[in-house]
Structures are given as structure tokens and as C-alpha cells.
């Protein structure tokens, strides 16, 4: 059985040969191990994201389930802002910095936020007052050399095409947090109508990206609803308020048209899972974290919502994955299919991103596991 046929057999909530194995490796692992400074993939696109992640699920075998790694966006949906430039405005030998702006009147208009790459990390996004820069930058530079690839369907084609029977490719539509950060949560607090707005004009926008997918020859495998940390910046009454009416209508259309949907929220999530299980139709919800960066027993959540949800998860990424030995993976990896692999519905998974130095051999030994131990 191919790794597509896998994870297609467990989202319709069958039973395929072994419990599907899918390490969360978004993008520190593959922009690794590529060898090259990490701006190159997320500035330069040389290669982008996506295709190393393609790459590094292919060469360790395990059951991809790309949840939006592929940025996708339309044209026509006015989804690409060609006013918008991405300017270079500091340098050092482990960061470049950039600032996007836009031209109008002979003026330059910067964003409030800066972009910080890293050599050997992901990129930050923080206000420039943070690192020591004024708001409006004293020179900048173009970006040049970014390579370019298709928009659209064609590029999820081209994803597919890459990607194989290695798995699925999911992308983006809607979302379950609308409150990013210090000041937003300021904001809904002094005046929630403004995120009230918000919410409505995302749930719109939603709903004409999603039928926008399902009218393509290429569709998504999946539909990524979720968002990093829902309930970190959210309360779960805000989430009810802003977030739920969008992931209700997205998985609901999901369902009408036949097709998985999937939230990743990581941090803190069972009071998340069980307002998804309960109040929507989502397919798949991961990555279940356990104490003290979430609050999910991965055998409390199958015991409660095993038949309705595939759950997805939840090796500790860093005391096991990171800094344990084969043994402890190992060991982890049975005590999660022991607790959640029982009738179906589960794909063994990691609590939220594998750390960038996370062992080779501890990956292979939870993909070997998955593939001999975990028989239904």
C-alpha cells in the first residue's frame, strides 16, 4: 500500500495495513537539509519550502500529509498584491532583514513589521524598534534572484506531481484564530466589532476560495482549516466567537463536497478538539500536544471522540524527538498506537514541528515502528 492510499483509507475512516506515520518536519528539517543558509528557501525560493519538505518525506518514507506547506493563491480572487514590494534594508553575516513597502506618488509607504532571516533558522516578523532599526529605513535594496514558480492550480499540480504517492497535498482555506497577537487582543477587548467584522469578511472570502478550489481540474487531497495556536491568543470564547463560524462553514462544505478537512493548532487544544468533534465536520485535528506546551491525553481524546475525529499526533518533539535516544522513540511511539490506534482514525505524528538538529535516526526509528508495530 503507497502512502497516498494509506492516509486516504484512514481520513475515510477505514482500516489500512499499518497505522500511517507522518512527523510533523514542516520546514527546519528540510531547509537543513538542503545544506544551503536557510534565507535561501524562505527569501529566495531557491528551493522553496515546499519541495525540500517533498524531498525530506521521500527520503525518509514516512506518509506525507502536507498540510499547507504549499502557498497557494489566486489572481483572480485578488489574493496577490502587486503593489506591495519586498525591499533588502540590513545585512550581517547571519541575517538579512527585509521591509516590504509600497510606491505611490514618488513615496515610499513601509510596513509597520520587518522580516528577519536567519542563516540557520526560520524567519521572525517583528517591528523594527525590536532590533535596533528606525520605522523607516535609511537605504534599502531590491530582492533579486528569487526564482519564481507557478501560481494557483498550476502549482498545486506541480506540487502533486512532485509529491507522488508520498501523500497528500492539503491547502489553505479559512481559518480557527483571528487574534494574532498583544495588540489584537487589546483591540477585541476595548472593541470587538472591528474582529467582528473581520471574522465576516474572512468567512466571505473563505467561501469564494474554497468554491474556487472545487472548480479546478487539479484539486487539493485536503482543506487546511486550522491555525497555529487558536487557543494561545484566543480564549475559547473568543474562538467562538471569531473562528468556529468559519471552520463550521468550511468543514461543512468539505463534507458536502467529499472532501478531508484538517486543523493543526498546537499549544493547548482539548477544550479545541472537543468543540470540533462535536460542533463540526472536521476530518483530522492534530498535533495533540501533552504538558507543558499543550494539554491533550492522546487515550482521554480516543476514549471521547475516537469515532468522530482522526486524531493525529503527539511524540513530544523535544524530550523525545529532539533529545531522546532510539529507545525512548520507540517506546513513545507503541504507547501512542496502544492508546489511539484501536478501530481506526489515527496517524502517528509528533507534538507540533521536529526541531531543526532533531536525529536522523530518531525519525526512522518512529517511521519503523509505525510500519512494523503498528498493525491494526
Not at 92 to 106: K, L
Not at 203 to 227: H, N, T
Not at 259 to 274: Q, Y
Not at 283 to 292: N, R, S
Amino acid at each position: 500500500m503507497t502512502s497516498r492510499e494509506r492516509l486516504q483509507i484512514v481520513l475515510s475512516g477505514g482500516i489500512p495495513d499499518c497505522v500511517p506515520v507522518a512527523p510533523d518536519t514542516s520546514n527546519m528539517i528540510p531547509a537543513k537539509r538542503t545544506g544551503k543558509p536557510f534565507w535561501d528557501l524562505y527569501l529566495y525560493n531557491d528551493p522553496p519550502v515546499w519541495r525540500a519538505y517533498i524531498e525530506t518525506a521521500k527520503y525518509f518514507g514516512f506518509d506525507s500529509l502536507m498540510d499547507g506547506y504549499c502557498p497557494v493563491f489566486f489572481d483572480e480572487l485578488g489574493e496577490i498584491d502587486y503593489e506591495k514590494e519586498e525591499y533588502i534594508i540590513a545585512r550581517t553575516p547571519d541575517r538579512i532583514i527585509t521591509q516590504h513597502a509600497r510606491c505611490a506618488g514618488g513615496k515610499m509607504f513601509w510596513d509597520g513589521e520587518v522580516i528577519v532571516y536567519y542563516i540557520d533558522n526560520p524567519p521572525s516578523v517583528v517591528k523594527p524598534c525590536k532590533i535596533k532599526l528606525p520605522d523607516v529605513p535609511d537605504r534599502w535594496e531590491r530582492v533579486e534572484g528569487r526564482r519564481e514558480y507557478p501560481q494557483g492550480e498550476a502549482l498545486i499540480a506541480l506540487a502533486k506531481q512532485e509529491l507522488g504517492e508520498q501523500g497528500l497535498l492539503g491547502v489553505f482555506c479559512g481559518s480557527t484564530k483571528l487574534l494574532q497577537n498583544e495588540d489584537d487582543i487589546l483591540g477585541y477587548y476595548d472593541d470587538p466589532g472591528p474582529y467582528i467584522e473581520r471574522r465576516d469578511v474572512l468567512l466571505a472570502k473563505s467561501v469564494e476560495r474554497f468554491d474556487k478550489l472545487m472548480s479546478l481540474d487539479c484539486k487539493p487531497d485536503f482543506i487546511c482549516v486550522g491555525s497555529s495556536g487558536t487557543l494561545i491568543t484566543q480564549t475559547p470564547a473568543m474562538f467562538r466567537e471569531l473562528g468556529l463560524p468559519i471552520a463550521k462553514k468550511i468543514t461543512a462544505l468539505c463534507k458536502q463536497h467529499g472532501v478531508p478537512s484538517h486543523v493543526h493548532s498546537c499549544g493547548p487544544e482539548a477544550a479545541l478538539v472537543k468543540i470540533m468533534a462535536e460542533e463540526t465536520d472536521l476530518t483530522v485535528i492534530d498535533p495533540l500536544e501533552v504538558p507543558p506546551m499543550g494539554d491533550c491525553d492522546l487515550a482521554e481524546l480516543k476514549r471521547l471522540y475516537g469515532d468522530r475525529l482522526v486524531l493525529k499526533g503527539n511524540l513530544h518533539t523535544t524530550k523525545v524527538m529532539l533529545m531522546g535516544s532510539v529507545g525512548c522513540v520507540k517506546d513513545a511511539s507503541k504507547r501512542a498506537i496502544t492508546d489511539a490506534a484501536d478501530g481506526g482514525r489515527f496517524i502517528l505524528s509528533t507534538g507540533d514541528q521536529c526541531g531543526r538538529d532533531t536525529p536522523e535516526e530518531n525519525l526512522f526509528a518512529m517511521i519503523e515502528t509505525a510500519r512494523t508495530f503498528g498493525r491494526y
